[in-house]
């Protein structure tokens, strides 16, 4: 039996003595489209961390491709990119040698005709020639976009992706992930908010630290009783089942 | 003038409660333990400061103690040129951009008021004027301890008290023509367009050959005063004389400035001003804002070759300094200090110097080494596209560097008419250092531990450096400092390699 492209084991972190991730366990398979969904504070941002290797866990065991991140992790970074929400980049270098730079350092092959295509879906080609501290932020996470995009890695995690673009570059940036799904490629995205009308894979929901939720879209319609499948209505049911399972909890 | 006064003086007021704050002491409290607090942290604070100086000159006294008889005349010979040569670097920096800076609020209310310009600037000049006062009467002091031992201790701190006296028209006379230059800028049709004009001073640079009494003097005046040539202050007088005349040209000027240039050449300053006290409570966050700011205001030259793999990384740093020049420049500290190291081991000078240098490297603005490397290193985001250890990575991102920094050196040291073998490992300390330096520098920038906790470059280069020098010292021989350079920096690669 082939091991998940991504599974966390009762994964825990703690800021100090605040618990921020409390026993997280689930996979992603490949080709899967996965949406980390909750409330500010949830643990979303803290989890995506982890799961990249820029937090280390306090507890359990992440693994990517059935090996342990902390125990390989030069050799998984070719597997596994985070676009943090606010990336930062180079000053010196412009849009177009950000990604010829990243193309080059990773030795990639026939990278031109791809970072041209991106940097023309995501309405970058006119701003090829600026340096990233001339952009509005939605270009800057374009920019943060396109770089993983051209490496094109097994696992890509995005943190609040659809916040700081406009409504077309949204569903555009959802179609790319969808062909990225239909490669094999697998997708976590954290986001409070997606386009109109998509449905990814699976929803995660979290909750003060937990995952709370787990299923695709319509299972979560049903057994949580939601209003529909869209992400809002799912989001407010899993607070409000949440909430009612607190205090028969506490007693 | 009196509200922007009163705006000033609740601002440094906003300064002080601040960091007052951060010693429990609140100045709004009217407790009487509270006040009793105030007053011993005053008393704490005076016996601290005369504690430290008195210990700071009584270590500056064994130096001077211990140097030859010379140095005064070398002081001498040197002082008037150093003087002119900071004017010089000076006027460069107040016209790169205007010398009078708004902060965001003082663009808004001080600059969008039809108060008279002359009175924003004066209270700008002399604001600007406080921090370099205070750090050269400090400098001077010191020097002046260490240059007049054979004068005794009384007559040494006498010797002190005249230059940091003298050193304060000197260094307002230096501000003023700074100021007037720049403002001059921002008033003269068409100068704040002309984006090389900044490099105008360089051409003054030969001043001292063509008249030397008159670019010279005051760096003479001060110099025969630090060496206790003269007794009398009356030297002085003309150049307070000239410096008050400087001054009120520069509040002339200053009726003349546009606030809407001002505040179009503050924007960064403005900016950098609303990060507060975070300057000094996280610099590296401070750092980096700065050189986004200021990127956004740089037109890139040329373009990033093609290279693949290590060889991209080396292109990607000669790029960056290329479209950074003052990196370039800031090498020159670096260059310094392995001279300065090379000397102390080839001419065995006081064995004591080292904790001088040693300060040196520790405070110097080392870090252009490392420039390119810290973008690297500082986030995650970035790191995650870089498939190589982090040791190559240094070593590839702060090649240029590291061979701009042991070329310069070399030329330098074989310019020195020393013995064959001693020039010989003079040169290997040359590479040794300077890797030191780069390995110090790249390995504050890493969590090193188990607990993936920061040590410090200060702790890292004293230690480092420290040992390869002291063993240089303490055994003798520049071949000891070799060998303990070289073990220094395999403890260290490793450390950044395992990082």
Redesign the interface.
Known sequence: MTAPLLRLTDVSYTYGSYLALNQVSFDVEAGQLVVLAGRNGAGKTTLLRCI???N?VTQGQVDLMGTSIYQAE?SM??N?????DT????????VG?HL???A????LANWRGTAQDLLKRFGLTASQ?A?P??LSRGQRYKL?LC?ALL?DPQLLLLDEPFGPLDPFSAHQLWDDLWARRGRGKAVLLSSHQSPLNVRPDRYLFMEGGDVVADGTPDDLMDALHAGSNSLDDLLRATIEHAERQAPAQEA | MLPVLWLRWKQIQGIFNYWLRLVDYDTKDQDIMNRAFGLYLVLFMAWWTAGMWAIAAGFIAQIGSALPAAAAQDVLTVMPTLVFVGQAILIMLKLRSSPYKLSSPDIAYVGGSPVQRTVPVTIGFFGDLVLPSVLSVVSISFVAVALNQRLGSMGAVMVALRSALAVIPVVALTWAVAWLVGLARMVAPGARRRSALWLAPVLLLPLPFVVPGVVAWPGNVLASILVGESVDLSVVTPVVLVAVALIALVSVMGSRVNMIDVADESLIYARLREIGNLRWMAPSVYRRARSQFQAATHKPVLHLPEAEGLAMLVARSALTYIRNPIDLLKLLFAVALVQGGLAMLAYQLPALLIVVWLYAVAVAPTSSLTRVFSADADDPSLRQFLPMDSLRLLLADAALPMALVILVSAVLWLLQPVPVMTALLGLVLIGLLTLLLVLCRGSSLLPLTSMRAHVSYGVLAVIGLGLTLGAGLLLGGMLAAVVAGALVVVVLASLVAAA
């Not at chain 1, 990336?87 to 412009?94: E, G, R």
């Open positions: 990249a290797g820029w280390q030069r970074r070719r596994l990119i985070l676009v943090p990336p930062p980049f180079y000053n010196d270098l412009t040698e010829q730079f990243i080059q350092v990773n030795r020639a340096l501290a001339a943060a770089m490496v």
